[in-house]
């Protein structure tokens, strides 16, 4: 097990590839990396999905936000799907320029085939209602069930929300955590996701939405400590 924290420290991209070669350890099995604010870019990042071949791997932990990271690194970052041990991974690209093409990409995670645990921090990272849509097949993961998406200050709307109602279909999911805040999620949106509470195994929701503190630049319409939010069991409202 390896955790470093080296957020901050102007690593760029020879640093990450320095850092890839962790993948050589033999009996590595956990490696936590924060690496944020360090400007690695897309090819750093590339790099580091190399850590796929690490042959033990079984948890990763990559924090890449404030990276310039584009859908180019966030395609990479999906081949992580080829290691054959992982079952837990969280990846953290906030303030990046995913898209939907990079959205698409990480959708394919699900094919990952001992993935149980995931978390995806998008936030900021131009994600909008077709690369929502698109994160919602993640429910078809094997194994899967614990999930996590951070999509605060995107633009998935109401069609993004209801997209993601979806994930009540999952057969094994049975702990879910959406931070929706910052995404013109109206009515309709808020009524469709009410509707996970349907979902056959699913015993923890966690479920924020509304508009963003003033402190991220967002203007409340109700107090900005009190995000509309939900935890509740299967068949509670």
């Known amino acids: 097990t390896i955790n470093l924290n080296l957020r901050g420290n102007k690593l760029g991209v020879v640093g990450a590839q320095a850092l890839a070669s962790l993948k050589e350890a033999p009996l590595l099995h956990t490696i936590g990396l924060d690496l944020s604010n360090n400007n690695i870019s897309d090819t750093g990042v590339q790099a580091l999905a190399g850590l796929k071949a690490a042959p033990l791997l079984r948890a990763l932990n990559l924090n890449l936000s404030y990276n310039n990271v584009g859908f180019t690194g966030a395609q990479a970052l999906a081949s992580l799907k080829e290691a054959p041990l992982l079952h837990t991974l969280s990846l953290d690209l906030s ?4 898209g939907f093409t990079g959205a698409q990409a990480l959708a394919s995670l699900k094919e990952a085939p001992l993935l149980h645990t995931l978390s995806l921090n998008l936030s900021y990272s131009n994600v909008e209602v077709a ?20 999509l ?3 633009n998935i709307e109401d069609a993004g929300a209801q997209a993601f109602a979806g ?5 094994l999911l049975h702990t879910l955590s959406l931070d929706l805040r910052g995404n013109n999620i109206k009515d309709a949106g808020i009524q469709a996701l009410a509707s996970l509470k349907e979902a056959s195994l699913l ?5 924020v939405v509304g508009p963003l503190p003033l402190s991220y630049g967002g203007r409340c319409e109700y107090p900005c400590d ?4 939900s935890t509740f069991r299967p068949g509670v409202v």
């Open 152 to 154: 605060q200050g995107n």
């Open 167 to 171: 994930l009540k279909d999952s057969l």
């Open 203 to 207: 015993h923890t929701l966690s479920l």
């Open 131 to 150: 690369a929502a849509q698109a994160l919602v097949s993640l429910k078809e993961a094997p194994l899967l069930h614990t999930l996590s998406l951070n």
């Open 226 to 229: 009190r995000p509309y939010s």
């Open 95 to 98: 303030y990046s320029d995913v």
